[in-house]
T-cell receptor, first 114, second 112 residues
């Protein structure tokens, strides 16, 4: 059984640029949630994708967007990067849209915005 | 407004002793509480959970206590081992189909 993987591990961008982060779900999982973990904070829910549709969103602006593909892998896109977007971005996969309490997290992508 | 608060950023405990990590919450609608452990360069991993209908849940060395009237929960690790050194996050939600709200985490260091 393959766990949740994320790429890249680290990324450095400059303010105003756009970034795409990728996540592969655990085998058999059809739901992906994305979280932002700023330094010294806990993970904060960005949004969830279930069967290729956004199925819930936290308090993040529209420049944070996502995609889920038929193989249930997912992308997080952030446009017009700001310095405060610097954080660890975690994805978590689960089986079913109501399964927030049975999520498996990936190792994260560390994004630095200069 | 932080709905889940972990007021101790760090905790240091000797190997073999008890570690007690605390968590307070403000939302009375929270019905389910989880603890996650996070090692550097890894994602959070689920440790133990408790629903609001219980006041204690035990799994091996780990026990979670819930005091609903005080809106407080705690994670006890007995005995503590060096491998327990990690950041521990408390999380909660009103139901399993709603997003988790996480605390800021407590860094536990178990000293041999």
């Amino acid at each position: 059984e393959t766990g949740v993987t994320q790429s890249p591990t680290h990324l450095i961008k400059t303010r105003g640029q756009q970034v795409t982060l990728r996540c592969s779900s655990q085998s058999g999982h059809n739901t992906v949630s994305w979280y932002q973990q700023a330094l010294g904070q806990g993970p904060q829910f960005i949004f969830q994708y279930y069967r290729e549709e956004e199925n819930g969103r936290g308090n993040f602006p529209p420049r944070f967007s996502g995609l889920q593909f038929p193989n249930y892998s997912s992308e997080l896109n952030v446009n017009a990067l700001e310095l405060d977007d610097s954080a660890l971005y975690l994805c978590a996969s689960s089986l079913g849209a109501t399964s927030y309490n049975e999520q498996f997290f990936g190792p994260g992508t560390r994004l630095t915005v200069l | 407004d932080q709905q889940v608060k972990q007021n101790s950023p760090s905790l240091s405990v000797q190997e073999g002793r008890i570690s007690i990590l605390n968590c307070d919450y403000t939302n009375s609608m929270f019905d389910y509480f989880l603890w996650y452990k996070k090692y550097p360069a890894e994602g959070p991993t689920f440790l133990i959970s408790i629903s609001s209908i219980k006041d204690k849940n035990e799994d091996g060395r780990f026990t979670v206590f819930l005091n609903k009237s005080a809106k407080h929960l705690s994670l006890h690790i007995v005995p503590s081992q060096p491998g327990d050194s990690a950041v521990y996050f408390c999380a909660a939600n009103p139901a399993g189909n709603t997003p988790l709200v996480f605390g800021k985490g407590t860094r536990l260091s178990v000293i041999a």
